[in-house]
Protein backbone atom coordinates (compact mmCIF):
# COMPACT_ATOMS: atom_id res chain seq x y z
CA UNK A 1 0.00 0.00 0.00
CA UNK A 2 2.73 2.66 1.01
CA UNK A 3 5.62 0.94 -1.49
CA UNK A 4 7.90 3.64 -2.91
CA UNK A 5 6.39 6.58 -0.19
CA UNK A 6 8.05 7.94 1.93
CA UNK A 7 7.07 9.72 5.26
CA UNK A 8 8.50 13.59 6.34
CA UNK A 9 7.46 13.98 9.43
CA UNK A 10 7.21 10.19 11.15
CA UNK A 11 7.22 11.69 14.81
CA UNK A 12 3.16 12.21 14.30
CA UNK A 13 2.67 8.57 14.25
CA UNK A 14 3.11 8.55 17.79
CA UNK A 15 -0.47 10.35 17.84
CA UNK A 16 -1.50 7.07 16.44
CA UNK A 17 -1.26 5.95 19.98
CA UNK A 18 -4.53 8.18 21.57
CA UNK A 19 -6.51 5.40 19.30
CA UNK A 20 -6.51 2.60 21.48
CA UNK A 21 -7.10 5.18 24.71
CA UNK A 22 -10.04 6.57 22.80
CA UNK A 23 -11.45 3.40 22.38
CA UNK A 24 -10.91 2.32 26.38
CA UNK A 25 -12.83 5.65 27.16
CA UNK A 26 -15.49 5.07 24.60
CA UNK A 27 -16.35 1.50 25.78
CA UNK A 28 -16.18 3.10 29.57
CA UNK A 29 -18.50 6.72 28.60
CA UNK A 30 -20.70 4.37 26.90
CA UNK A 31 -21.41 2.38 30.08
CA UNK A 32 -22.29 5.18 32.08
CA UNK A 33 -24.17 7.36 29.67
CA UNK A 34 -26.95 3.96 28.89
CA UNK A 35 -29.64 4.28 30.88
CA UNK A 36 -30.70 1.10 32.80
CA UNK A 37 -34.61 0.41 33.80
CA UNK A 38 -35.14 -2.87 35.82
CA UNK A 39 -38.81 -4.46 35.63
CA UNK A 40 -40.30 -7.57 37.09
CA UNK A 41 -41.47 -8.56 34.03
CA UNK A 42 -41.86 -7.62 29.98
CA UNK A 43 -45.25 -9.02 29.83
CA UNK A 44 -47.46 -6.21 28.03
CA UNK A 45 -44.34 -4.88 25.79
CA UNK A 46 -43.94 -5.53 22.35
CA UNK A 47 -40.41 -6.32 21.71
CA UNK A 48 -38.63 -5.61 18.23
CA UNK A 49 -35.53 -6.74 16.09
CA UNK A 50 -34.68 -3.21 14.79
CA UNK A 51 -30.94 -3.38 13.67
CA UNK A 52 -29.68 0.50 14.35
CA UNK A 53 -28.70 -0.05 17.79
CA UNK A 54 -26.77 -2.61 17.34
CA UNK A 55 -25.08 -0.59 14.35
CA UNK A 56 -24.45 2.77 16.51
CA UNK A 57 -20.91 1.79 17.35
CA UNK A 58 -20.26 2.14 13.82
CA UNK A 59 -20.47 6.43 14.71
CA UNK A 60 -17.19 6.08 16.58
CA UNK A 61 -15.49 3.63 14.27
CA UNK A 62 -15.78 6.26 11.53
CA UNK A 63 -14.23 9.25 13.80
CA UNK A 64 -11.67 7.00 14.31
CA UNK A 65 -10.79 5.93 11.22
CA UNK A 66 -11.05 9.70 10.22
CA UNK A 67 -8.77 10.65 13.03
CA UNK A 68 -5.91 7.74 12.20
CA UNK A 69 -6.53 9.35 7.84
CA UNK A 70 -5.39 12.70 9.73
CA UNK A 71 -2.22 11.42 11.63
CA UNK A 72 -0.91 9.78 8.39
CA UNK A 73 -1.63 13.24 6.62
CA UNK A 74 0.31 15.20 9.18
CA UNK A 75 3.42 12.69 8.62
CA UNK A 76 3.09 14.27 4.79
CA UNK A 77 3.21 10.70 2.90
CA UNK A 78 4.87 11.27 -0.78
CA UNK A 79 6.60 10.27 -3.31
CA UNK A 80 10.00 10.51 -4.92
CA UNK A 81 10.67 10.39 -8.70
CA UNK A 82 14.55 10.57 -9.30
CA UNK A 83 15.99 11.08 -12.54
CA UNK A 84 19.71 11.08 -13.45
CA UNK A 85 21.78 12.58 -16.23
CA UNK A 86 25.59 11.79 -16.77
CA UNK A 87 28.23 13.90 -18.27
CA UNK A 88 31.59 12.74 -19.52
CA UNK A 89 33.77 15.90 -17.76
CA UNK A 90 37.19 14.21 -19.22
CA UNK A 91 37.00 11.74 -21.72
CA UNK A 92 40.38 9.42 -22.88
CA UNK A 93 41.34 8.85 -26.54
CA UNK A 94 42.89 4.86 -26.83
CA UNK A 95 44.73 3.10 -28.98
CA UNK A 96 45.89 -0.17 -28.66
CA UNK A 97 49.21 -1.41 -30.73
CA UNK A 98 49.22 -4.75 -31.40
CA UNK A 99 52.04 -7.37 -32.30
CA UNK A 100 50.60 -9.46 -34.66
CA UNK A 101 53.47 -10.96 -35.45
CA UNK A 102 53.95 -15.37 -35.86
CA UNK A 103 55.39 -15.12 -32.32
CA UNK A 104 52.15 -14.00 -31.17
CA UNK A 105 50.89 -17.68 -32.10
CA UNK A 106 52.80 -19.42 -29.47
CA UNK A 107 51.12 -21.20 -26.82
CA UNK A 108 52.28 -20.58 -23.74
CA UNK A 109 48.94 -18.63 -23.05
CA UNK A 110 45.68 -20.40 -23.94
CA UNK A 111 45.26 -20.81 -26.51
CA UNK A 112 47.59 -18.83 -28.03
CA UNK A 113 49.03 -15.16 -27.37
CA UNK A 114 46.91 -13.33 -29.39
CA UNK A 115 44.07 -14.69 -28.58
CA UNK A 116 43.93 -14.51 -25.44
CA UNK A 117 44.78 -11.00 -25.89
CA UNK A 118 41.99 -10.52 -27.93
CA UNK A 119 39.39 -12.13 -25.11
CA UNK A 120 40.82 -9.97 -22.93
CA UNK A 121 41.14 -6.63 -24.70
CA UNK A 122 37.74 -6.97 -26.09
CA UNK A 123 36.57 -6.87 -22.30
CA UNK A 124 38.58 -3.90 -21.83
CA UNK A 125 37.22 -1.92 -24.68
CA UNK A 126 33.32 -2.78 -23.04
CA UNK A 127 34.14 -1.32 -20.11
CA UNK A 128 35.09 1.86 -21.74
CA UNK A 129 31.85 3.23 -22.96
CA UNK A 130 32.95 6.92 -22.84
CA UNK A 131 35.80 6.82 -24.51
CA UNK A 132 37.27 6.32 -28.10
CA UNK A 133 39.19 3.79 -28.90
CA UNK A 134 41.14 2.52 -32.03
CA UNK A 135 43.10 -0.43 -33.08
CA UNK A 136 46.88 -0.58 -35.02
CA UNK A 137 48.65 -3.46 -35.92
CA UNK A 138 52.25 -3.83 -36.26
CA UNK A 139 54.69 -6.60 -37.39
CA UNK A 140 57.88 -5.81 -39.44
CA UNK A 141 55.51 -3.04 -40.31
CA UNK A 142 52.94 -1.00 -38.86
CA UNK A 143 49.50 -0.03 -40.26
CA UNK A 144 45.68 1.45 -38.72
CA UNK A 145 43.25 -1.44 -38.47
CA UNK A 146 40.34 0.84 -37.19
CA UNK A 147 40.64 5.15 -36.47
CA UNK A 148 39.49 6.31 -33.05
CA UNK A 149 35.53 5.74 -32.44
CA UNK A 150 33.21 5.92 -29.82
CA UNK A 151 31.60 3.26 -31.84
CA UNK A 152 32.58 0.59 -29.56
CA UNK A 153 30.82 -2.26 -32.33
CA UNK A 154 33.18 -1.26 -35.19
CA UNK A 155 36.44 -1.39 -32.59
CA UNK A 156 35.19 -5.06 -30.98
CA UNK A 157 34.81 -6.59 -34.59
CA UNK A 158 37.85 -5.02 -35.72
CA UNK A 159 39.41 -6.68 -32.93
CA UNK A 160 37.65 -9.57 -33.23
CA UNK A 161 39.05 -10.28 -37.09
CA UNK A 162 42.99 -9.31 -35.74
CA UNK A 163 44.96 -12.62 -36.86
CA UNK A 164 48.08 -13.53 -38.06
CA UNK A 165 49.05 -13.10 -41.88
CA UNK A 166 51.76 -13.12 -44.48
CA UNK A 167 50.15 -10.05 -45.66
CA UNK A 168 52.30 -7.99 -43.28
CA UNK A 169 55.98 -7.77 -43.79
CA UNK A 170 58.16 -10.68 -41.03
CA UNK A 171 59.69 -9.16 -37.66
CA UNK A 172 58.73 -6.72 -34.89
CA UNK A 173 58.94 -3.04 -36.13
CA UNK A 174 58.34 -1.27 -32.02
CA UNK A 175 58.76 1.27 -33.53
CA UNK A 176 56.56 1.44 -36.30
CA UNK A 177 53.45 0.59 -34.07
CA UNK A 178 54.07 3.28 -31.45
CA UNK A 179 54.64 5.96 -34.43
CA UNK A 180 51.64 4.85 -35.81
CA UNK A 181 49.53 5.28 -33.14
CA UNK A 182 51.14 8.54 -32.69
CA UNK A 183 49.69 9.78 -35.91
CA UNK A 184 46.48 8.54 -35.10
CA UNK A 185 46.24 10.80 -31.51
CA UNK A 186 48.36 13.81 -32.55
CA UNK A 187 45.38 15.53 -33.68
CA UNK A 188 43.10 14.20 -30.51
CA UNK A 189 41.23 16.80 -28.88
CA UNK A 190 40.38 14.69 -25.94
CA UNK A 191 42.08 15.94 -22.19
CA UNK A 192 44.22 12.35 -22.32
CA UNK A 193 45.38 10.48 -24.59
CA UNK A 194 47.01 7.22 -24.47
CA UNK A 195 48.71 4.35 -26.02
CA UNK A 196 48.45 0.67 -24.29
CA UNK A 197 51.38 -1.22 -26.55
CA UNK A 198 51.83 -4.68 -26.59
CA UNK A 199 54.53 -6.93 -27.87
CA UNK A 200 56.16 -10.45 -27.25
CA UNK A 201 59.71 -9.68 -28.74
CA UNK A 202 62.12 -7.11 -29.59
CA UNK A 203 62.81 -4.58 -31.97
CA UNK A 204 64.03 -5.88 -34.59
CA UNK A 205 62.68 -4.92 -38.03
CA UNK A 206 60.94 -1.23 -39.34
CA UNK A 207 63.00 2.29 -39.84
CA UNK A 208 61.48 4.21 -37.35
CA UNK A 209 63.77 4.00 -33.92
CA UNK A 210 61.44 3.45 -30.78
CA UNK A 211 63.22 6.40 -29.06
CA UNK A 212 62.48 8.64 -31.87
CA UNK A 213 58.91 7.56 -31.79
CA UNK A 214 58.96 7.79 -27.80
CA UNK A 215 60.05 11.58 -28.15
CA UNK A 216 57.42 11.92 -31.35
CA UNK A 217 54.66 11.09 -28.09
CA UNK A 218 56.13 12.81 -25.45
CA UNK A 219 55.46 16.28 -28.35
CA UNK A 220 52.17 15.79 -28.49
CA UNK A 221 50.87 14.72 -24.89
CA UNK A 222 50.36 11.26 -25.31
CA UNK A 223 51.16 8.89 -22.68
CA UNK A 224 52.36 4.95 -23.19
CA UNK A 225 51.41 1.90 -21.41
CA UNK A 226 54.23 -0.91 -22.74
CA UNK A 227 53.40 -5.20 -22.01
CA UNK A 228 55.41 -7.47 -22.73
CA UNK A 229 53.56 -10.68 -23.41
CA UNK A 230 54.80 -14.05 -22.62
CA UNK A 231 56.52 -16.86 -20.23
CA UNK A 232 59.87 -16.98 -18.69
CA UNK A 233 62.32 -19.14 -20.36
CA UNK A 234 60.84 -21.55 -23.14
CA UNK A 235 57.75 -21.63 -24.80
CA UNK A 236 56.14 -23.65 -27.69
CA UNK A 237 55.99 -21.51 -30.40
CA UNK A 238 56.32 -21.29 -34.36
CA UNK A 239 59.70 -22.33 -35.73
CA UNK A 240 58.84 -23.67 -39.02
CA UNK A 241 56.29 -23.90 -42.28
CA UNK A 242 55.06 -27.34 -42.82
CA UNK A 243 54.40 -28.60 -46.72
CA UNK A 244 50.36 -28.17 -45.47
CA UNK A 245 51.57 -24.27 -45.07
CA UNK A 246 50.68 -25.36 -41.56
CA UNK A 247 53.27 -23.90 -38.92
CA UNK A 248 55.13 -26.14 -37.16
CA UNK A 249 56.04 -25.93 -33.49
CA UNK A 250 58.98 -25.97 -30.84
CA UNK A 251 60.64 -25.11 -28.12
CA UNK A 252 62.03 -21.63 -28.67
CA UNK A 253 63.35 -18.61 -26.05
CA UNK A 254 61.29 -15.98 -25.26
CA UNK A 255 63.20 -12.94 -25.79
CA UNK A 256 61.18 -9.43 -24.82
CA UNK A 257 63.34 -6.40 -24.85
CA UNK A 258 61.94 -5.22 -21.41
CA UNK A 259 64.57 -2.67 -21.34
CA UNK A 260 62.96 -0.77 -24.19
CA UNK A 261 59.47 -1.00 -23.19
CA UNK A 262 60.50 0.74 -19.96
CA UNK A 263 61.83 3.03 -21.55
CA UNK A 264 58.88 4.04 -23.81
CA UNK A 265 56.73 4.00 -20.87
CA UNK A 266 59.03 5.84 -18.33
CA UNK A 267 59.54 8.76 -20.81
CA UNK A 268 56.03 9.37 -21.80
CA UNK A 269 54.39 8.60 -18.18
CA UNK A 270 53.20 5.61 -18.45
CA UNK A 271 54.21 2.61 -17.16
CA UNK A 272 55.54 -1.30 -17.96
CA UNK A 273 53.83 -4.61 -17.35
CA UNK A 274 54.92 -8.14 -17.73
CA UNK A 275 52.36 -10.51 -18.88
CA UNK A 276 53.59 -14.15 -18.08
CA UNK A 277 49.79 -16.01 -18.00
CA UNK A 278 46.56 -15.59 -19.37
CA UNK A 279 45.23 -14.12 -15.69
CA UNK A 280 47.87 -11.87 -15.35
CA UNK A 281 47.35 -10.19 -18.78
CA UNK A 282 44.06 -9.84 -17.42
CA UNK A 283 45.12 -8.20 -14.52
CA UNK A 284 47.45 -5.86 -16.26
CA UNK A 285 44.65 -4.97 -17.94
CA UNK A 286 42.45 -3.98 -15.45
CA UNK A 287 44.96 -2.16 -13.43
CA UNK A 288 45.08 0.13 -16.96
CA UNK A 289 41.45 0.67 -16.75
CA UNK A 290 41.89 1.66 -13.03
CA UNK A 291 44.78 3.94 -13.74
CA UNK A 292 43.14 5.83 -16.86
CA UNK A 293 39.52 6.45 -15.85
CA UNK A 294 37.05 9.05 -17.14
CA UNK A 295 35.05 11.59 -14.79
CA UNK A 296 31.52 11.33 -15.39
CA UNK A 297 29.19 14.05 -13.53
CA UNK A 298 25.87 12.88 -12.58
CA UNK A 299 23.49 15.14 -11.76
CA UNK A 300 20.07 14.28 -9.75
CA UNK A 301 16.90 15.32 -10.58
CA UNK A 302 14.28 14.67 -7.56
CA UNK A 303 10.55 15.34 -8.33
CA UNK A 304 8.60 15.33 -4.79
CA UNK A 305 4.27 14.91 -5.00
CA UNK A 306 2.71 14.96 -2.02
CA UNK A 307 0.19 12.28 -1.20
CA UNK A 308 -1.36 13.66 1.85
CA UNK A 309 -4.64 15.69 0.35
CA UNK A 310 -6.36 12.20 -0.50
CA UNK A 311 -6.29 11.33 2.93
CA UNK A 312 -7.22 14.60 4.43
CA UNK A 313 -10.40 14.55 1.91
CA UNK A 314 -11.25 11.00 2.74
CA UNK A 315 -10.94 11.83 6.46
CA UNK A 316 -13.07 14.64 6.07
CA UNK A 317 -15.97 12.85 3.98
CA UNK A 318 -15.40 9.97 7.21
CA UNK A 319 -16.34 12.57 9.33
CA UNK A 320 -19.48 14.50 7.18
CA UNK A 321 -20.62 11.11 6.95
CA UNK A 322 -20.68 10.72 10.73
CA UNK A 323 -22.23 13.61 11.13
CA UNK A 324 -25.16 13.21 9.02
CA UNK A 325 -26.25 9.54 10.82
CA UNK A 326 -25.83 11.11 13.63
CA UNK A 327 -28.49 13.04 13.24
CA UNK A 328 -30.43 11.37 11.04
CA UNK A 329 -30.57 7.57 10.63
CA UNK A 330 -29.20 7.27 14.71
CA UNK A 331 -30.90 10.09 16.06
CA UNK A 332 -32.92 8.57 18.51
CA UNK A 333 -30.23 6.15 19.63
CA UNK A 334 -27.31 9.23 20.53
Not at 181 to 204: C, E, P, Q, W, Y
Request: aromatic share 10%; net charge positive.
Amino acid sequence: MFEGIEFVNKEFFWLLLLLPLAMAWYMLSFKRQTAELKMSSLKGFKLTSSWLPKLKHLLFVLRLIALALLITALARPQTIDVSSKTKTTRGIDIVMAIDVSASMLAKDLVPNRLEALKKVAAEFIKGRPNDRIGLVEYAGESYTKTPITSDKAIVLRSLKSIKYNTIIEGGTAIGMGLATSVNRLKDSKATSKVIILLTDGVNNSGFIDPKIASELAVEYGIKAYTIGLGTNGMALSPIGILPNGKFQYGRAQVEIDEALLKEIADVTGGKYFRATNNKKLEEIYNEINKLEKTEIEEFKFYNYEEKYRGLVILAGFLLLLELILRFTLFRSFV
